[in-house]
């Protein structure tokens, strides 16, 4: 049997109009927008490892020091010895925050679309706009003029008809580039790309890839499904309609919420006390990837239960400490459900929300 019959050719969604946008470099361009003498000269964001006895690492790089091989993540001593003259600074996280506040005002006056997904990348359906422009690129250039006129800081995007492709096209011509890679350009595209520069695939996965022989779009293209899957599990599914250009996933406009949660309506009553437990680890496994997915931690666990007579009960209980575990999530969610206490009446819905959140923290931000 061939592999086509069991899987059938996934849906492509080609409708959509898609921008990803990243700043160059982007916390050294703050500095140097902030400090004109900075300009031409090789600049290091990370404390000067004289400073530190050698400990700091390099949050970024302006262009000028990367042509010395330094870049994010490196430590800031293998920086000092690849460039002695270069100037290294302090980061100023509140200055690139209240930068990166106001490019998502921007992009918000073109659309309320926008999914910020660091300090200095955004992605942007503008398929409606509040411009009424119909051409995306056309939007991205806007977008980056303005972007530029407003911060005096330059960026980079990618248009697509998905999150994937535009996420990629936006690295290919940086700094201050724009690339554009439209429907029936998209599979090329991907084939001629080296399998390293495909957003979700990692420095481990480039390893593995390349002992199977895997360089490029073009190798992961000529392997099918099942292979896929064998080599790679269930990332492989996803392999195999990423490098056909396929990711219909919408942008996600929940990053600002206050709180994360997951319910489900059963379509036969639960009665038993096991099936309760069963079904509230199953939520706080789902709520945990949720405020995984989100960079969130939360402090405070609802529970809701609706019963049969459709009468609904929620019921909160807030941990002194931060936690970020399914474990967790379930262990506060049973006991507001043992409170509650027995009723003969079946259970119709279980809901379980997580909410007090705040952004987990990134190892890099706490440099600041
Ligand atoms: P990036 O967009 O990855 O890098 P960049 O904007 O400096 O350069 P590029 O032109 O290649 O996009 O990250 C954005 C900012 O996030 C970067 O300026 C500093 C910070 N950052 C860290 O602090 N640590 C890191 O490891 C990375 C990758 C980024
Ligand atoms: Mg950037």
Do not use: W
């Not at 580039?177 to 595209?189: H, N, Q, R, S």
């Not at 890839?209 to 099918?224: A, K, N, R, T, V």
């Amino acid at each position: 049997m061939s592999s086509d019959l069991q899987f059938p050719e996934p849906y492509n969604n080609v409708s959509r109009k898609i921008i990803h946008v990243d700043m160059d470099a982007f916390f050294s361009s703050v500095e140097e927008r902030d400090n004109p003498s900075l300009k031409g000269k090789p600049v290091i964001i990370a404390k000067h490892p004289r400073k530190t006895g050698g400990k700091g690492i390099v949050a970024t790089a302006n262009y000028e020091a990367r042509k010395f091989g330094i870049h994010s993540a490196m430590s800031a001593y293998e920086a000092y010895e690849r460039c002695p003259e270069g100037i290294f600074i302090e980061g100023n996280y509140p200055a690139y925050k209240e930068a990166s506040e106001q490019i998502l005002q921007i992009m918000r006056k073109i659309t309320d679309y926008v999914e910020p997904m660091s300090i200095d990348e955004a992605y942007l359906d503008v398929t409606n706009n509040k411009l009424q422009i119909d051409s995306a690129t056309v939007v991205a250039k806007h977008l980056q003029r303005q972007i530029y006129k407003e911060t005096r800081l330059t960026s980079s995007a990618g248009v697509s008809y998905n999150k994937f492709i535009a996420k990629i096209a936006s690295d290919q011509n940086k700094p201050a580039g724009l690339t554009v890679i439209p429907p029936e350009k998209a599979v090329d595209f991907l084939r001629e790309l080296p399998i390293e520069k495909f957003h979700g695939i990692g420095p481990k996965t480039t390893f593995r890839m390349h002992e199977l022989g895997i360089y490029y779009g073009e190798d992961l293209y000529q392997l099918d499904q099942m292979d896929l899957v064998r080599y790679f599990g269930k990332a492989g599914m996803s392999y195999y309609r990423k490098i056909r250009g396929i990711d219909n996933k919408p942008l996600s406009l929940t990053r600002n919420r206050k709180s994360v949660g997951k319910e489900h309506t059963y379509f036969s009553n639960l009665f038993s006390e096991d099936e309760v437990k069963r079904e509230l680890m199953r939520l706080s496994k789902e709520v945990q990837a949720a405020l995984e997915r989100h960079g969130k931690k939360g402090k405070t666990v609802v529970l809701k239960v609706r019963y049969n007579s459709f009468e609904t009960i929620t019921r909160r209980i807030s941990n002194a400490t931060d936690f970020k575990s399914a474990d967790k999530i379930y262990q506060l969610g049973q006991k507001l459900y043992d409170e509650i206490g027995e009723t003969d009446q079946g259970i119709r819905l279980l809901g379980l929300t997580v909410s007090n959140i705040t952004e987990v923290e990134n190892e890099q931000m706490k440099l600041f």
